[in-house]
């Protein structure tokens, strides 16, 4: 089955330095690759997703990047902010029969930004 | 807005007790899922639902059941609780069945097992 590795799993930075957290899967058939944010005492929530026909997508401070050769997508986090702190995880869809996809999920990175 | 609630945010059972969660979702999502969250392990999937009365084993369904009767309601039974149940619990649910679509994910359920 699909198996998703995510690294580093803590990450501490100097507020408006940059971070990049990558994930790698294993199931070649997987086609969506969501990425979600995590804050104390909440559910995750969804910051960006990318599809396999597209090799990167960007949304202000965030961005994604999808190399499906490689098997690997990153997070990439610009001018961080204290409000970055959370822990974030990644995630890959698989098929499931004929019940459509779900998502196996990554083990999270925690991250800091440090002011 | 998409809502997932869950019926408590904290629980506190002695092992061998029945316990229940509820999620409820009012976005009229076909599809509904519970995961377990422990450090380290990310998000697993328990159990699954992409219709009323249907369900699925997910990745790490033992000790677990679940029951939907009603599309908006996504109920998680441990039968018997075990100190190893401690954990927190995310229900969450998407639109549709065959396309891959967002999760929506609710507040969460930290169940201590005693």
């Known amino acids: 089955g699909e198996n998703v590795e995510q690294h580093p799993s803590t990450l501490s930075v100097q507020e408006g330095d940059s971070a990049v957290i990558k994930c790698t899967y294993s199931?070649?058939?997987?086609?969506?690759f969501p990425w979600y944010k995590q804050e104390l005492g909440k559910g995750p929530q969804l910051i960006i997703d990318?599809?396999?026909?597209?090799g990167e997508k960007k949304d202000q401070r965030i961005a994604v990047t999808l190399n499906k050769t490689a098997k690997h997508f990153s997070l990439h986090i610009t001018e961080t902010q204290p409000e970055d702190s959370a822990v974030y995880f990644c995630?890959?869809?698989?098929?499931?029969?004929?019940?459509?996809?779900?998502?196996?999920f990554g083990p999270g990175t925690r991250l800091s930004v440090l002011p | 807005d998409v809502k997932v609630t869950q019926s408590s945010r904290y629980l506190v059972k002695r092992t061998g007790e029945k316990v229940f969660l509820e999620c409820v979702q009012d976005?009229?999502?076909?599809?509904m899922f519970w995961y377990r969250q422990d450090p380290g392990l990310g998000l697993r999937l328990i159990y699954f639902s992409y219709d009323v009365k249907m369900k699925e084993k997910g990745d790490i369904p033992e000790g677990y059941s679940v029951s939907r009767e009603k599309k908006e309601r996504f109920s998680l039974i441990l039968e018997s609780a075990s100190t190893n149940q401690t954990s927190m619990y995310l229900c969450?649910?998407?639109?549709?069945?065959?396309?891959?679509?967002?999760?929506?994910f609710g507040p969460g359920t930290r169940l201590t097992v005693l």
């Open positions: 990318i599809r396999s026909n597209v």
């Open positions: 995630a890959a869809t698989v098929f499931r029969d004929n019940y459509g996809q779900n998502f196996v």
């Open positions: 969450a649910s998407t639109l549709g069945q065959r396309i891959a679509d967002t999760q929506y």
């Open positions: 199931d070649s058939a997987s086609n969506y």
């Open positions: 976005m009229d999502h076909e599809n």
